[in-house]
């Protein structure tokens, strides 16, 4: 079993920044990739970024150039950094923990971006 929690949500400004943390506890798998979707009001939940084990990396067009995905394996922890933040990437961003064939999601973030 594998515990998902995310932090650092909140309100910004457009052209802030913000960081969101990940940890993910329990049973680490060490093939696994971890990442980042997110969910508008009346919108699917789409992929944000992820990151895999052993480096491998996978963003949005929306968010390329502006986000970062990043990770620290001793922790278990992903950190996603949201630079140049728009009114339209305010969503719940949800954490993701995939440990192939098990899936793990947290509890989900608030991100708004005010104009």
């Known amino acids: 079993q594998v515990h998902v929690v995310e932090s650092g949500g909140g309100l910004v400004q457009a052209g802030g920044s913000l960081r969101l943390s990940c940890a993910a506890s329990g049973t680490i798998r060490s093939n696994n990739r971890m990442g980042w979707y997110r969910q508008a009001p009346g919108k699917q939940r789409e992929l944000v970024a992820h990151l895999t084990s052993d480096g491998s990396t996978n963003y949005a067009e929306s968010v390329k150039g502006r986000f970062t995905i990043s990770r620290d394996n001793a922790k278990n922890t992903v950190y996603l950094q949201m630079n140049s933040l728009k009114p339209e990437d305010t969503a719940v961003y949800y954490c993701?923990?995939?440990?192939?064939?098990?899936?793990?999601w947290g509890q989900g973030t608030q991100v708004t971006v005010s104009s």
């Open positions: 993701n923990a995939h440990f192939p064939p098990d899936s793990y």
